[in-house]
């Protein structure tokens, strides 16, 4: 098998990774070198051309859901070091590519699989003298010792722990303990906070497999607000379960999207609105409603805070309002010592969805014309 088809299958293979917000594969390059190099955000702001990609898609693991599970009858192969490095130094040289996602599965045992993908990075860092991005993933039930080399040559580290629990986990993933999942990330959390965060610059992330395990999502997102406490965590990631023929789980209904969507949606709330895990609403099942969005969900089970002044509110009481986020908040906030504002026009131009916060608030003590009815 030449580089290009190994890139092809081994990138294939890591699809299923998922490394930018609701699993969106838009505008990844659809070229034949290309079609596995995705965009993706680093923690400034710029966007990067990322290579995703498996050391290998050989996997000893049984896991329900996957696609590179043991004993699935599908084409494997893998990249030694030396390969890798040299293709994806080969794409980084010819400007396609400037950050790397490795992942793989696990072949041998955990150690000797993460010794190889640590090789690669090693040799892109010295050999090749590449200093751009790379997002490595930890191996459930490697050492220590791995993760203090993965901190030191990554800009980011990751373990999927695809599920909440143990009880959750065992369902698609039998052989695997929740143990060996959250000691790397441990590890990690206290390496980087004894480095001054110099360490893994972009910090450490999670994917969650979602709808595989019957997983409400008040667990999925009560950890995840546990996580980005006291594992200083910079990012939750969620992927729809979707079945694969080949699977144990192949006659399980897909997960709907907008589950997923939600979920994201929520995570950014408390991630950058300040919202607390408290603030969420669930269903008596644990299950966020899915016809109405999260914030909106709270605004309508909290009158007592609308309507809201807009002339007087802070800007992480403005964010409370359904249609106005940090940005225009901040530009609310800033912008009333030169302009008054008056009409859901004034709120639009800096950014307001003037329609959805129209029922929410007051414009110098007067209900906007448009109106929608607060309480249905």
């Not at 859901?65 to 009858?73: E, H, L, N, S």
């Not at 441990?186 to 994917?207: F, K």
Request: some cysteine.
């Amino acid at each position: 098998m030449d580089m290009l088809q190994k890139i092809e299958l081994l990138g294939a293979s890591a699809q299923y990774d998922v490394c930018i917000a609701c699993g969106t594969h838009a505008n990844r390059r659809t070229d034949d070198l290309g079609r596995w190099i995705y965009p993706a955000v680093l923690p400034d702001g710029r966007r990067i051309a990322q290579l995703k990609v498996l050391q290998t898609n050989v996997c000893q693991n049984n896991c329900f859901y996957c696609a590179q599970r043991a004993g699935r009858d599908s084409q494997r192969t893998h990249f030694t070091p030396d390969e890798l490095a040299k293709a994806f130094a080969d794409l980084h040289r010819r400007g396609l590519v400037a950050g790397l996602f490795l992942s793989s599965g696990v072949s041998g045992d955990a150690g000797r699989s993460m010794d190889r993908m640590l090789a690669t990075v090693e040799l892109l860092r010295k050999r090749y003298r590449f200093q751009g991005y790379v997002h490595l993933k930890m191996l459930p039930g490697i050492s220590m010792a791995h993760v203090e080399q993965a901190v030191r040559l990554a800009d980011r580290v990751s373990v999927n722990l695809e599920a909440p629990a143990q009880e959750y986990l065992s369902r698609i993933a039998p052989e695997k303990r929740y143990e060996d999942l959250t000691s790397p990330m441990r590890w990690a959390r206290d390496l980087i906070r004894a480095s001054g965060r110099r360490s893994v610059s972009a910090g450490q992330t999670t994917q969650f497999v979602v709808g595989a395990a019957g997983e409400p999502d008040r667990e999925l997102l009560s950890l995840g607000s546990a996580l980005y406490r006291d594992f200083d965590l910079r990012r939750l990631y969620f992927s729809a379960f979707q079945p694969i023929a080949g699977t144990p789980l192949a006659d399980q209904p897909a997960e709907r999207p907008l589950r997923e969507h939600r979920l994201y949606q929520s995570d950014f709330l408390m991630r950058q609105y300040r919202f607390r895990f408290e603030d969420l609403i669930f269903d008596e099942n644990g299950f966020l409603p899915l016809d109405v969005d999260p914030k909106q969900v709270w605004a309508d089970h909290h009158p007592e805070w609308f309507p809201m002044e807009i002339g007087r509110a802070s800007q992480w009481e403005l964010v409370r309002v359904p249609g106005i986020g940090p940005k225009s908040a901040a530009k609310i906030v800033n912008g009333r010592h030169e302009t008054s504002f008056r009409s859901l026009r004034d709120l639009k131009r800096v950014g307001v969805l003037a329609e959805r916060a129209a029922p929410y608030i007051l414009l110098n003590g007067i209900r906007p014309g448009y109106q929608l009815p607060l309480w249905r």
